[in-house]
């Protein structure tokens, strides 16, 4: 998704709607794509409040078996957060004045919303990968270190085990698409979350015996010991738990429950044991 498209349309809605304080696209990562912000809005604290607002969303509307969420809203007495899903992976967030035409304000962000898929669908690129200049750059451990930070900033909101539940659902749900359509045994799911964890270099190498796992060089675990937590209860250990379970669910048709079981702390950086 190119930011510099989008932003003319977020500064339309800004200008012309006068009740919407602040608008952003987020993606399902937290990322902020493209946002129009007053000064005293920050955005990290907007891509926080709203991959939280989003995530819980889509696991209520799932739980309660909704479908796919089209749009959220909160209430409260200084104003509205409004989030509307654009594409897949990324949602517009509003945030609007206590006296705003409610109804006004949703009809528009609908029709940016629409604008936005256009953009989208006009500008797709191999892959169908929604990316914009600065994720392009992005490595694995730029990633997880902003995960590690969303992930404080969403405790504030929703607290520990709020934060620790919103992602292990997130990983469940990128667990499911990595492995849908793929039928098998329990040692097939294994065989795709430790290719998947080595591809995208969140570890060295992937260990397999039977039911337990030994993870070597560990991006996750190395940045949380950087910042002196354990591995293993933090809400980013849980994402990757969460992945593992919802890989193994899609493939066997069995839901587990991934432990952790030890982590080893050396200079060539962190092992981890799990039990998949």
Avoid at 53 to 65: C, Y
Avoid at 223 to 237: M, Q
Avoid at 260 to 270: N, T
Wanted: aromatic content about 4%; overall charge negative; proline content about 2%.
């Amino acid at each position: 998704m190119n930011a510099d498209l989008l932003m003319p349309i977020l500064q339309a809605l800004h200008s012309t709607t006068p009740e919407i304080e602040a608008v952003a696209v987020i993606s399902a990562s937290g990322l902020v794509l493209c946002s129009v912000l007053p000064d005293h809005v920050d955005e990290d604290m907007v891509a926080a409040m709203g991959s939280a607002l989003v995530s819980s969303g889509i696991r209520t509307a799932d739980e309660f078996r909704l479908g796919d969420y089209g749009e959220m809203f909160l209430k409260g007495e200084q104003g509205y957060v409004i989030a509307v899903q654009t594409v897949e992976g990324a949602s517009l967030l509003l945030m609007a004045e206590p006296d705003a035409d409610i109804d006004a304000v949703l009809a528009a962000a609908h029709q940016v919303s629409g604008q936005i898929r256009e953009q989208v669908n006009a500008n797709m690129v191999k892959g169908s990968e929604m990316t914009t200049k600065k994720e392009c750059a992005v490595t694995t451990r730029d990633l997880v270190v902003l995960l590690a930070d969303l992930a404080e900033q969403i405790e504030v909101l929703i607290g520990k085990r709020g934060t620790i539940s919103v992602f292990r659902y997130a990983g469940r749900q990128l667990g499911k698409r990595l492995g849908a359509g793929q039928q098998g045994d329990p040692e097939q799911a294994r065989a795709i979350v430790a290719d998947f964890f080595k591809a995208k270099e969140f570890m060295s190498g992937v260990t397999l015996d039977g039911k337990n796992a030994e993870l070597h060089g560990c991006q996750i675990g190395l940045e949380l010991h950087e910042r002196g937590i354990d591995a293993g209860t933090h809400a980013l250990c849980n994402f990757g738990f969460g992945l593992i379970d919802g890989v193994t669910e899609s493939v066997t048709g069995n839901r587990i429950i991934t432990l952790h079981v030890a982590s080893e702390y050396h200079e060539a950086g962190v092992t981890c044991h799990e039990t998949w």
